[in-house]
């Protein structure tokens, strides 16, 4: 039912830009946080960027000034761009959404989008 799709990814030289998107449905997107979160080969899964549902934000600091998080409410997206590329950003890329459900706290994940840094 809740469903993440993510796009953008693609392959891009270091220092180049490229905006990932992740449209959300079956959630109450405005109640949400929306995040991304990567996994480069071989490493474990590690946050990215984070936007609450009331617009604040949170930023990994391998990313801060070169990323930037933004939501659209009215079509349910969350997007990340991104700047200044560099190789270490090479990684698959998740959409991931967060919200309370009564009692309980309720996480979903998109499949990925492969983002390759590489000249």
């Known amino acids: 039912q809740v469903q993440l799709v993510e796009s953008g990814g693609g392959l891009v030289q270091p220092g180049g830009s490229l905006r990932l998107s992740c449209v959300a449905s079956?959630?109450?997107?405005?109640?949400?946080?929306m995040g991304w979160y990567r996994q480069p080969p071989g490493k474990q899964r590690e946050l990215v960027a984070t936007?609450?549902?009331?617009?604040?934000?949170n930023y990994a600091d391998s990313v801060k000034g070169r990323f930037t998080i933004s939501r659209d409410s009215a079509k349910s997206t969350v997007y990340l761009g991104m700047n200044n590329l560099k190789p270490e950003d090479t990684a698959v890329y998740y959409c991931?959404?967060?919200?309370?459900?009564?009692?309980?706290?309720?996480?979903?994940w998109g499949q990925g989008t492969q983002v390759t840094v590489s000249s």
């Open positions: 991931n959404t967060e919200f309370q459900e009564g009692q309980l706290r309720r996480a979903y």
């Open positions: 936007i609450t549902g009331s617009g604040r934000l």
């Open positions: 079956g959630i109450i997107f405005r109640f949400s946080t």
